[in-house]
T-cell receptor, first 111, second 113 residues
Framework: NAGVTQTPKFRVLKTGQSMTLLCAQDMNHEYMYWYRQDPGMGLRLIHYSVGEGTTAKGEVPDGYNVSRLKKQNFLLGLESAAPSQTSVYFC??????????FGDGTRLSIL | EDQVTQSPEALRLQEGESSSLNCSYT??????LFWYRQDPGKGPEFLFT???AGEEKEKERLKATLTKKESFLHITAPKPEDSATYLCAVQGGSGGSNYKLTFGKGTLLTVNP
């Protein structure tokens, strides 16, 4: 049972490039979330999904897009990467009121 | 807007020296308060959920308690392997059925042998 798997684990981009981060969960969870974690800022919610085909904005959504075409996958896209998006990105999933389960993160550097 | 404040930002203990971490919160209709542990280079790992004031949960050397305004994570006789960042998060009722969490900035605990 893998839980929440994030790919890639590391990535370096140049300003203006685009990329997609993939989150996959095998726990049949309805709810999925994307966070970013920066030094001194804690975990901040970017976007989330309450079910297949749905997405919604979180606290810091600007510059990101998401899609939830399949229940088990939640994709985070950066259309035109900026240095301010250098961060560690975490995906999480849950059935609802239960604890969120986290992946081990994607470390993204934008030069 | 839900808010979570954790203190101290960093805590250094000697092995066996007990202490407590604080999580103060303001939330509209608390659904749950969550404690997580995060090791360097890893994602947060769930420790406890507390749902109502007066509730307590224990796991090995850790004990979490909850009042209407704050939660404490008590660490009894800590060992070096307890060194980690401890995160507190609240789930409020104002968000409807999205079950979002609001996190504090964490407490970095270092336990020296």
């Amino acid at each position: 049972n893998a839980g929440v798997t994030q790919t890639p684990k590391f990535r370096v981009l140049k300003t203006g490039q685009s990329m997609t981060l993939l989150c996959a969960q095998d726990m049949n969870h309805e709810y999925m979330y994307w966070y970013r974690q920066d030094p001194g800022m804690g975990l901040r919610l970017i976007h989330y999904s309450v079910g297949e085909g749905t997405t919604a904005k979180g606290e810091v959504p600007d510059g990101y897009n998401v899609s939830r075409l399949k229940k088990q996958n939640f994709l985070l896209g950066l259309e035109s990467a900026a240095p301010s998006q250098t961060s560690v990105y975490f995906c999480a999933s849950t059935r609802g009121r239960q604890p969120q389960h986290f992946g081990d993160g994607t470390r993204l550097s934008i030069l | 807007e839900d808010q979570v404040t954790q203190s101290p930002e960093a805590l250094r203990l000697q092995e066996g020296e007990s202490s407590s971490l604080n999580c103060s919160y303001t939330v509209s209709g608390l659904r749950g308060l969550f404690w997580y542990r995060q090791d360097p280079g890893k994602g947060p790992e769930f420790l406890f959920t507390l749902y109502s004031a007066g509730e307590e949960k224990e796991k090995e050397r850790l004990k979490a308690t909850l009042t209407k305004k704050e939660s404490f994570l008590h660490i009894t006789a800590p060992k070096p392997e307890d060194s980690a960042t401890y995160l507190c998060a609240v789930q409020g009722g104002s968000g409807g059925s999205n079950y979002k969490l609001t996190f504090g900035k964490g407490t970095l605990l270092t336990v020296n042998p």
